[in-house]
């Protein structure tokens, strides 16, 4: 049995930036194991599986592995199958629209393409649940969790703390960009304070202006088997609501510009965005640009 697969490079305007996915287009008798086995065998951050929606008003199923574990949802998985369906035009026999649908553990992410033209150039999501605000986080663990100091953890706009989209993490503001450059993963103590069950990792960011982006950020997973993640959009989109729920406007649009993946040498661009009325988040996306890299098959 041979099944097609695409590879694409998201949150990113040139091949080999960005943070690569491997999209296999028909999943269709393959089980869970198998599934995982590929994932662990393309080594990348995610793997994202296709099959036909259990609803034919929605564009399709969608399985999202790491190379250790199956998560319910996530950010470029999402954009980078969106972007392949997008261009290959229809699957399963059916149209690709420029409005998609996945059915996913999480729930219905709702996905709108970005177009160069009448091209597909990329795509921008919707959060599939709102922001669920959880516990904080001790700024010492962070900070052992990360090889940083305890003093390089800024505390004045909000503590560490676990927040969720569809997906757990741990998202902590450091005081410099040197701080963020400096941080490296540390498995033991994600794996004494931070197991898999409690968060999926951790994300750091520090404000920073330069360069055209607000925000320079980098997450960590070594549970998961991602020591590092170059671009991680369920994380992400969860940071925009956490910042726009902690401003005192009752009514906002908080758009920000996040860099991520920079210290790995796999630079991204991640445009998020969080919307507030009334004093609440009604609404919160993620989003960026795609290149296609590779194509071929599996042997199963």
């Known amino acids: 049995m041979q099944v097609a697969f695409e590879t694409v490079d998201v949150f990113t ?9 491997a999209v296999v287009l028909d999943a269709q008798g393959l089980a869970g194991e198998q ?4 994932a662990a065998e393309f080594n990348l951050a995610e793997t994202t599986f296709v099959l036909p929606p259990k609803d034919s008003a929605h564009t399709a199923e969608v399985r999202i592995f790491t190379p250790r574990a199956e998560v ?4 470029h998985p999402n954009i980078g199958t ?8 229809s699957i399963f026999g059916r149209a690709v629209g420029d409005r998609i649908v996945f059915e996913e553990k999480a729930g219905l992410v709702e996905i709108d ?3 160069d033209g009448a091209s597909p150039a990329g795509a921008r999501l919707k959060a599939p649940q709102p922001l669920a605000h959880g516990e904080e986080i001790a700024a010492d663990i962070v900070a052992k969790a990360c090889t940083i100091s305890e003093g390089d953890i800024e505390t004045a706009r909000h503590a560490p703390c676990v927040a969720s989209c569809g997906l757990s993490f741990v998202l902590a503001e450091l005081t ?3 701080a963020l450059s400096a941080a490296r993963p540390r498995p033991d103590v994600f794996e004494q304070h931070l197991k898999a069950d409690r968060a999926t990792g951790i994300l750091l960011y520090v ?3 330069r360069n055209g982006v607000d925000l320079q950020a980098r997450m960590f997973a070594p549970l998961y088997g991602v020591p590092e993640d170059p671009a991680t959009g369920s994380a992400n989109v969860a940071l925009v609501g956490l910042l726009a729920g ?9 758009d920000l510009r996040i860099a991520q993946g920079v210290d790995m040498g796999r630079p991204s661009l991640l445009e998020a965005t969080a919307e507030k009325k009334g004093g609440r988040l009604s609404g919160l996306w993620i989003g960026g640009r795609c290149v296609p890299v590779m194509r071929g098959t599996i042997e199963v």
């Open 72 to 75: 319910p949802f996530a950010g």
């Open 113 to 115: 393409q970005i177009k």
């Open 207 to 209: 404000r920073d202006g």
């Open 35 to 38: 599934m995982q086995a590929i």
């Open 176 to 178: 410099t960009r040197s």
């Open 13 to 21: 305007d040139r091949r080999f930036g960005g943070n690569p996915l």
């Open 82 to 89: 969106a972007f392949v369906l997008a261009k290959r035009g």
């Open 246 to 254: 902690l401003r005192p406007e009752a009514d906002l649009r908080l």
